[in-house]
Nanobody
Framework: QVQLVESGGGLVQPGGSLRLSCVASGFTFSRYDMRWYRQAPGKERVLVASITSGGSTYYVDSVKGRFTISRDNAKNTMYLQMNSLKPEDTAVYSC?????WGRGTQVTVSS
């Protein structure tokens, strides 16, 4: 079955960086588009970035120029490089594919 496991979250100061990873299994990773979502406390889950099977990317306006989504098909892994982090980036970040969600990884941006 499809499994998605995120890692890389943590506590970081404003202006800092983190790289999230999502390791996938149970399907042919290279064939599918994938997405990163986030859910801040008390708010709905929202799309942050997506990457197609061909490598085309999309970013929500609030993270453009700061976040970079990528994938390594040989490792069945998707990444989210997050730079210049702000307190409003604090959320649980989850990866999504084919109706499946990972458990998420907590990112906290605070001084």
């Amino acid at each position: 079955q499809v499994q998605l496991v995120e890692s890389g979250g943590g506590l970081v100061q404003p202006g800092g960086s983190l790289r999230l990873s999502c390791v996938a299994s149970g399907f042919t990773f290279s064939r599918y588009d994938m997405r990163w979502y986030r859910q801040a406390p008390g708010k709905e889950r929202v799309l942050v970035a997506s990457i197609t099977s061909g490598g085309s990317t999309y970013y929500v306006d609030s993270v453009k120029g700061r976040f970079t989504i990528s994938r390594d098909n040989a490792k069945n892994t998707m990444y989210l490089q997050m730079n210049s982090l702000k307190p409003e980036d604090t959320a649980v970040y989850s990866c999504y594919i084919l109706g499946y969600w990972g458990r998420g990884t907590q990112v906290t941006v605070s001084s």
